[in-house]
Structures are given as C-alpha cells and as structure tokens.
C-alpha cells in the first residue's frame, strides 16, 4: 500500500503543479 501511496501522491502534486509549469494560467 505504501508504494500505490507514494505513487499517488506525487501524481496528485504534478497534477496541481502543472499550472503553475504553464505560467499560473488558470
């Protein structure tokens, strides 16, 4: 379980930091 969270969780955080890749263009 703790391998799916970890995956998880750093797909979740390149998820929400793709805006920001974008230049905050929300």
């Known amino acids: 379980?703790?391998?799916e969270d970890v995956a998880q969780d750093a797909?979740?955080?390149a998820y929400r930091?793709?805006?920001?890749?974008?230049g905050?263009?929300?």
Do not use: G, T
């Open 1 to 3: 379980a703790e391998v």
């Open 11 to 13: 797909f979740i955080k």
């Open 17 to 22: 930091a793709l805006p920001q890749f974008r």
């Open 24 to 26: 905050e263009s929300v």
